[in-house]
C-alpha cells in the first residue's frame, strides 16, 4: 500500500495502566478473597491491568515513555516523529520532513528524549540516526546517511545511544556509540561476525548476540571496546532481550 495511505489513519489510543508486581507474595495475601471489582489474585512477576482509558491521537503511536507520561510515534500523513501526552492527548511533533521508521523508537531513560532511525529497512539505503527531544521539539542528528542504521538504543544513565551500522553488505554489521549531544560517531573494535542485535546491561557492558538464528551466539563487551567473551547470560536481565539465548 501507498505510505500515505497507509500512515493516513486516526487512531484511538487505548491506554493501559499496567502494575507490575515482583517478588513473592505473603501467605496471607495471598490467601484474601478479592472482593467483587478487584482483579483475581495476580501471580508474583506478572502485569495486572489496573485501569483503562482513551485518548484521541492523530497519528501512529508506537512506544510509551519510562514514566508514563509520553507515548511516541509517526505524525499524521506518516511524516515526522511525535510525543503526545497521556493526560491530555495534545502533541509535541518536530517539523523536519523526516519519516521515521516507527520500530526503531526508543526513549531515554529519564523520558527526556528518544532517538530513532528514519527510511525503511526493507530497502537497505543509507540512513540517519535522530534524536528527538520532548521539551523543545527539536530533532539533531546524530549519525548522517552513510550506513545503513538500526536499532539505536541507550546507555543506563542516558548519555549515550548505541547502535548498529552497516555498508553495502547488511550482513556485516558494526556497533557506533555516540554521545546523546552529538559529537564524534565511535566504532567498537568487534569482529565481523554476524552481529544480530546489542543491548546495554551492567556496569558499563554491552549484551551482543551473534551468528544466525539457528546457532545464536551470546558475547559481553565493554562499551570502550574492551574485554569482548563469550558469555552465557542469565534470562533475569531486568529488561527483555530482543534475541533468543545460545
Known amino acids: 500500500r501507498p505510505k500515505d495511505d497507509r500512515m493516513r489513519i486516526r487512531t484511538f489510543l487505548t491506554l493501559t495502566t499496567m502494575l507490575f508486581l515482583s517478588g ?15 482483579v483475581a489474585s495476580p501471580t508474583a512477576g506478572e502485569w495486572q491491568v489496573t485501569g483503562v482509558r482513551e485518548v484521541a491521537i492523530d497519528g501512529s503511536p508506537v512506544a510509551l515513555s519510562p514514566d508514563g507520561r509520553w507515548i ?14 497521556v493526560e491530555t492527548g495534545e502533541s509535541t511533533c518536530a517539523d523536519t520532513g523526516v519519516r521515521p521508521f516507527p520500530f526503531s523508537i526508543a526513549w531515554a531513560p529519564d523520558s527526556s528524549a528518544l532517538v530513532f532511525v528514519d527510511g525503511d529497512p526493507v530497502l537497505h539505503e543509507p540512513n540517519g540516526v535522530w534524536i528527538f527531544t520532548v521539551g523543545t521539539g527539536e ?21 549515550t545511544v548505541i547502535f548498529l551500522g552497516a555498508d553495502v553488505d547488511p550482513e556485516w554489521v558494526s556497533i557506533y556509540t555516540v554521545d546523546r549531544d552529538g559529537g564524534p560517531v565511535d566504532r567498537l573494535p568487534v569482529p565481523r561476525v554476524g552481529i544480530q542485535a546489542v543491548i546495554p546491561i551492567r556496569d558499563g557492558r554491552l549484551a551482543i548476540a551473534t551468528g544466525a538464528d539457528s546457532s545464536l551466539q551470546m558475547w559481553e563487551i565493554g562499551l570502550d571496546g574492551t574485554g569482548l567473551e563469550r558469555t552465557t547470560l542469565p534470562i533475569e536481565l531486568g529488561q527483555d532481550m530482543p534475541v533468543q539465548y545460545a
Open 72 to 85: 511516541a510515534g509517526i505524525g499524521p500523513e506518516g511524516v515526522d516523529i511525535c510525543a503526545w501526552n
Open 139 to 159: 530533532v539533531t542528528s546524530l549519525a548522517d546517511a552513510a550506513l545503513m542504521h538500526q536499532q539505536p538504543v541507550w546507555t543506563a544513565d542516558g548519555e
Open 24 to 38: 513473592a507474595m505473603t501467605s496471607s495475601a495471598s490467601a484474601q478473597t478479592p472482593s467483587a471489582s478487584a
